[in-house]
């Protein structure tokens, strides 16, 4: 029998830091020695914001640089950053610096520029919660993920990576262990969610396994 | 009319929002927030207040809200206050600042401050910590003005009381000057069941419209705002003129004069002369307080401006976002934090910047629905007051944890 999957959903409470950077090595700084949870706030958390609203950008970080350095190739290069990939926020942070630092060797000048708004750096406290949605079995699975919150999806989507230092998200991991169906949960692992809100992602996911249960 | 419940509010936001809200305040049982502020009627602050007062108490936390007492003197002094702390020029007399203490000593002897959180409202009361510094609970300063650049000698007098506070909440990092204690974002937040925001009747809408003039015969440009030169009216006037030469539209201006602002008649002439007699600009001048007059002419509206050249926060930005109005905004305050370019409304920073943005939204009308369908989602997930009650219970729950990063919620 599979074991029951809580979902658990997480919200968080913006801290101002009182800290900003009007240059690349501003920025640069802020990166290398803000806490965890700063990174945390302006990539996972900017993210989940950004791809409501349809912006291209997946961060906060590269839309400065885009809007307040008009650095329109650097911005590209952290845009394609793909979170999914990062389990720990101390990897990420490290690809950012990388990301940063090899833009000095193609374009120096850039860290010449000076920006007229500043990015201004934040913090976070995050709260993660249960919820009272439970699934035993694909069908109640299917049931939760049409009423779950977009926080509760992204949570289990995205966040999850950093709790457990996951290579995959919680769903995938639970359809393939708790319900022995490796196939679906391979295509659930693969959804692409830079081409999706977190609503179309709950359409996408829904998709699936409508697809999955049509064919078996 | 009957205070709308969460229930009301589930049908706006969405229940999954509204679910959230009460798993957070299940882990908050009988914990107590004071509200403290100067006014009970009047102003954003107290709006606002009445607003999540209730919908608090309803989740479970016990909420209750004091006003501060005083007479003119005192609030004479803190309108000066408030103005200083927004950047004007004034000199402060040390017999001002002790009466202001004394109006503060005054209120703490009749006010209780026994709750788990006390939220101080804005500079009038904010004191009233000075006869607090034993205290067991937490209090925070919520500061809703603009401190951007702060009178200094106001802000080294209150400075020092401010740091005795737990934490201060602002309303943007643009505001917020450097303390020594944690500071929180908390953005202002409008009310989509107010008069002011809620769905109006389509036959009402044509009513008022045709009421005050209005034809609806071509597009219909707005700007609502007071009558001030810093919400830049007579630039509106000359962008639309420029637009006017490729698109056929109304120019619709409504605002109030601020009765204490002499400076708001000029203006008034000013606009009046800008628009000459050209029958296609409509100028109304309107009491604040008529608040489902001004939804029906943000609703009636194809385009909303807000052309500010200095700006507070501008929840009119938020309130035609809400309704789905494509908006062009001076990028000045708190409008850049509604208005993504390109992506939720368009940013501009010159008369030439509005006139080209009349020209586009009204030749593109996709890309302007498109604009106006996202800036809904941006005000739906930062700017509606639900979002204000998530903050407050947040706020509840890792006060006394704040340095942690991640707090685990259990049963």
Known sequence: MADVFQFLSSASLEKLTGRKAETLDELLNLIKTCPDSSIFYHTFSAYMKMREIRLPYNNDFSYWISNGLNEKALAEKIMATDLSEYNTLRSLRLRLIDIIEDYRNQKSEAFQKRADDPFHLFDIIRVVYLTDKFAYDLKSFREAISTISIYSIYFHFIECRLEKDLQTNDFSTWIESNLNLPDLAQMIKRIDLNAYTLEGLRTRILQLIDRYLEEI | ?411
């Open chain 2, 1 to 411: 009319m009957k205070a709308p419940t969460l229930f009301d509010y589930k049908e706006v936001v969405g229940p999954d929002i509204i679910e959230e809200l009460t798993i957070l305040a299940s882990h908050l049982a009988n914990r107590s927030i004071k509200m403290v502020n100067s006014t009970a009627v009047g102003g954003g602050v107290a709006e606002m207040l009445h607003c999540i007062v209730p919908l608090l108490n309803e989740l479970g936390i016990q909420v209750t809200w004091d006003v501060i007492q005083g007479d003119q003197t005192f609030f004479d002094i803190t309108k000066r206050i408030h103005n200083a702390l927004q950047g004007q020029e004034d000199y402060f007399k040390e017999d001002v600042f002790n009466a202001y203490l004394a109006y503060n000593e005054k209120n703490n002897d009749e006010i209780d401050f026994d709750e788990d959180l006390i939220v101080i409202h804005d500079p009038q009361p904010l004191a009233l910590i000075n006869w607090n510094q034993k205290r067991k609970n937490k209090w925070v300063w919520r500061c809703h003005i603009d401190m951007s650049h702060p009178n200094p000698q106001v802000w080294r007098f209150l400075k020092p009381f401010v740091e005795q506070y737990d934490a201060a909440i602002f309303s943007s990092p643009l505001f917020s000057p450097e303390l020594n204690i944690a500071q929180y974002r908390f953005y202002p937040a409008i009310d989509p069941l107010a008069d002011k925001n809620r769905d109006l009747d389509a036959v009402y809408i044509d009513r008022v419209l045709m009421q005050y003039g209005i034809p609806r015969d071509r597009p219909i440009v707005t700007q609502i705002s007071r009558y001030d030169p810093w919400k830049d009216p007579v630039g509106v006037i000359q962008a639309f003129k420029m637009a006017r030469k490729y698109v056929d539209c109304r120019l619709l201006l409504v605002g109030d004069k601020a009765a204490d602002d002499p400076e708001s008649e000029k203006i008034l002439e000013k606009v009046r002369a800008e628009a000459g007699n050209d029958p296609d600009i409509h100028i109304l001048l309107f009491s604040p307080s008529i608040a489902t007059e001004i939804n029906a002419f943000q609703r009636a509206s194809d385009i909303v401006i807000q052309k500010s050249l200095r700006e507070g926060f501008a929840l009119t930005v938020s309130e035609a976002l809400w309704k789905r109005r494509p908006l062009i905004g001076g990028a000045v305050g708190g409008i850049p934090a509604q208005i993504i370019d390109g992506y939720t409304g368009l940013l501009v920073h010159s008369v030439e910047g509005a006139s080209l943005g009349i020209r586009w939204l009204i030749n593109q009308p996709d890309f302007a629905k498109q604009l106006a369908e996202n800036g809904h989602q941006r005000v739906k997930d930062e700017f509606l007051i639900t979002k204000n009650l998530k903050r407050y219970l947040l706020l509840l729950l890792t006060l006394d944890k704040q340095k942690e990063q991640t707090i685990f919620l259990s049963y």
